[in-house]
């Protein structure tokens, strides 16, 4: 048994793969790991300043504008007031004075339309017949009228004494009745050809719908359903767009600051970038004594009607009239760039890259804006509705 171990050993051994020796390894060099590692530690510095400039570290974007001295005099405000914009006329509610059907409105809310235009139509087909049947009774009296009149003349004609006086007064008074008739049946006529026409409904003025109380297909009736606001035949509720104004209460100390045509400005809310040209053109004859203020309204000259809309709300302000002389350089800054700390007024400007909070002397409010006495130069940047977290020395990007 040993020697047939001995063999199988040795078969073993002849099948075993000769492996080389393994090398030693190297030491690795110290100055390649102080590269590696300085160029990874680099790699994380850019990265963490690439993320730091990108989210707390960026700067703060602001809209900016440049201080320019003006050579030309600007009015004064005189005092502002809040309002909303209405029509000469207020609301006008058109309807008719028929019962029926709206078989046609070509109408929506919002839409302008012209004096004279189509606004709804009721089916007048009843409404024809009694006008056909109104002209053939007129005609039967037309015709009655011509007979009795004839007959009447012909009594007259005869010979005295060959037609009895009952006889000739009867012939008279028939032609009496049927001239009266007549008449009758004529306004029956005009009467049919009103209802008729009343089944047209057009646009009394140049203005804007405001509000429809019907709608395609409703039947107006003293017992039908209506929107809220509407009478029993109301159909529209019209603006004039022809004379746009602005409704604004003014406190009653200072009412007599202003007089018929004085000059203001109107700014909408929902448009701060657009300003109308106004004057003053009523005064209301009594104040509100709860509210200690007296109502008036000023005229748009030039009204925008895609931005002026009714009940708009809108800023007033009255501006001074009176010639001003116009030589000094005027500095002015917008409104919305000012403001105010205690008994501090101060700017932001940018310089450098960088906000500063600048103090100033504020002098009077004038259209465009508030005029500054001290603190500021032609040429300036400063901010535009500065944001809440800005401080001084913050780095700030100026947008284009």
């Known amino acids: 048994?040993?020697?047939?171990?001995?063999?199988?050993?040795?078969?073993?051994?002849?099948?075993?793969?000769?492996?080389?020796?393994?090398?030693?390894?190297?030491?690795?060099?110290?100055?390649?790991?102080?590269?590696?590692m300085l160029l990874a530690a680099a790699i994380v510095g850019a990265v963490g300043y690439l993320v730091y400039t990108r989210t707390i570290g960026?700067?703060?974007?602001?809209?900016?504008?440049?201080?320019?001295?003006?050579?030309?005099?600007?009015?004064?405000?005189?005092?502002?007031?809040?309002?909303?914009?209405?029509?000469?006329h207020k609301y006008i509610t058109v309807g008719t004075k028929i019962l029926g059907q709206i078989v046609e409105e070509p109408i929506e809310e919002g839409q302008h339309v012209k004096k004279g235009e189509v606004l709804a139509r009721i089916d007048d087909r009843d409404y024809q017949a009694q006008l056909r049947q109104a002209i053939a009774i007129r005609e039967l009296a037309q015709a009655n009228a011509r007979f009795t009149a004839a007959k009447a003349d012909r009594a007259r004609r005869v010979a005295t004494g060959a037609i009895s006086t009952d006889d000739l007064e009867s012939a008279?008074?028939?032609?009496?009745?049927g001239q009266a008739q007549l008449k009758r049946d004529m306004a029956a006529v005009e009467f049919a050809e009103?209802?008729?026409?009343?089944?047209?409904?057009?646009?009394?003025?140049?203005?804007?719908?405001?509000?429809?109380?019907?709608?395609?297909?409703?039947?107006?009736?003293?017992?039908?359903?209506?929107?809220?606001?509407?009478?029993?035949?109301?159909?529209?509720?019209?603006?004039?767009?022809?004379?746009?104004?602005?409704?604004?209460?003014?406190?009653?100390?200072?009412i007599a600051k202003v007089a018929m045509g004085s000059p203001a400005t109107v700014v909408p809310d929902a448009y701060p970038d657009r300003r109308f040209n106004a004057s003053l053109v009523k005064i209301y004859p009594a104040?509100?004594?709860?509210?200690?203020?007296?109502k008036i309204e000023v005229q748009i000259d030039k009204p925008d009607l895609q931005v002026t809309k009714p009940e708009m709300s809108v800023k007033v302000g009255f501006l001074d009239g009176r010639p001003t002389a116009g030589n000094e350089p005027l500095l002015i800054v917008p409104k919305d760039a000012v403001r105010a700390d205690g008994g501090e007024t101060y700017v932001w400007a940018v310089r450098g890259g960088l906000a500063r909070r600048v103090p100033i002397v504020r002098g009077r409010d004038v259209e465009s804006g508030v005029e500054v006495k001290q603190g500021l130069k032609d040429g300036d940047i400063l901010v535009l509705a500065p944001p809440a977290n800005l401080s001084d020395g913050l780095k700030v990007f100026v947008a284009h």
Do not use: W
Request: charged share 25%; aromatic share 2%; with cysteine.
């Open 172 to 177: 008279i008074n028939a032609a009496d009745v």
């Open 1 to 36: 048994m040993s020697a047939e171990t001995t063999a199988g050993n040795h078969e073993l051994d002849r099948l075993r793969i000769a492996r080389p020796p393994e090398r030693a390894r190297r030491a690795r060099n110290p100055v390649v790991s102080a590269t590696m």
């Open 58 to 88: 960026r700067p703060l974007t602001v809209q900016t504008i440049m201080v320019q001295a003006s050579h030309g005099a600007e009015p004064a405000v005189l005092l502002t007031g809040s309002g909303y914009i209405v029509t000469r």
């Open 194 to 254: 009103f209802q008729v026409s009343q089944c047209v409904i057009t646009s009394p003025i140049n203005g804007i719908v405001l509000r429809k109380y019907r709608e395609l297909g409703d039947t107006i009736n003293f017992g039908g359903q209506i929107q809220t606001g509407g009478g029993a035949t109301d159909i529209v509720q019209l603006a004039d767009t022809e004379d746009m104004r602005a409704e604004v209460d003014i406190n009653e100390a200072e």
């Open 287 to 294: 104040a509100d004594r709860q509210k200690g203020t007296v």
